[in-house]
């Protein structure tokens, strides 16, 4: 029963890397990791998701260590409009998905 | 291409209330979702279906039922509503393989 472990909350400066990790010990093998951040109250919006390998997209970059057992999200230069809740999360089952509680980002001027 | 709608945005209901939660999206995703989050709260499925005409539980589904007639279009139905049953509700589809896509909420209050 895969489930995810994050931090409840962190902070970072504006115009800082700001680095979410992510435990996903139980993680099959064949599972994507997704990560998705939730602004207010507002739908959660998809950032990126992997595999094995790093990703990186326009948004975010994804660090998966290599026994899958954990990720990072990088946002390279964060900005105050990041402030949101981030959420690392891995399939449960054929179809379900475990959202967890997530990580409140704040970025401070 | 609106992605998922959700209507209604915001309702309050009186305990004992019945009401529907539309879901609708334009992508022609397999998959639908219904999920919950509560203050606090990460989100916990309620139902989903994996295509038309199919729906299963998730993990709170007491005191919901769901129906897909129609692969665009994902019900949730509160029969007899209770105020344990207040929260903010999210729709979302995708597709075989892809990340979900989410509706913008439903803010529903029993009173």
């Known amino acids: 029963d895969a489930k995810t472990t994050q931090p409840p909350s962190m902070d970072c400066a504006e115009g800082r890397a700001a680095n979410l990790p992510c435990n996903h010990s139980t993680i099959s093998g064949n599972e994507y990791v997704y990560w998705y951040r939730q602004i207010h109250s507002q739908g959660p919006q998809y950032i990126i998701h992997?595999?094995?390998n790093n990703e990186t997209n326009e948004m975010a970059s994804l660090i998966i260590t290599e026994d899958r057992k954990s990720s990072t999200l990088i946002l390279p230069h964060a900005t105050l409009r990041d402030t949101a809740v981030y959420y690392c999360i891995v399939r449960v089952g054929s179809s379900q998905f475990y959202f967890g509680t997530g990580t409140s980002l704040t970025v401070i001027p | 291409n609106a992605g998922v709608t959700q209507t209604p945005k915001f309702r309050v209901l009186k305990t004992g209330q019945s009401m529907t939660l539309l879901c609708a999206q334009d992508m022609n995703h397999e998959y639908m979702y219904w999920y919950r989050q509560d203050p606090g709260m990460g989100l916990r499925l309620i139902h989903y279906s994996v295509g038309e005409g199919t729906t299963a539980k998730g993990e709170v589904p007491d005191g919901y039922n769901v129906s897909r007639l129609k692969k665009q279009n994902f019900l949730l139905g509160l029969e007899s509503a209770a105020p344990s049953q207040t929260s903010v509700y999210f729709c979302a589809s995708r597709t075989i393989g892809a990340f979900h896509t989410f509706g913008s909420g439903t803010r529903l209050t029993v009173v």
């Open positions: 992997g595999l094995k």
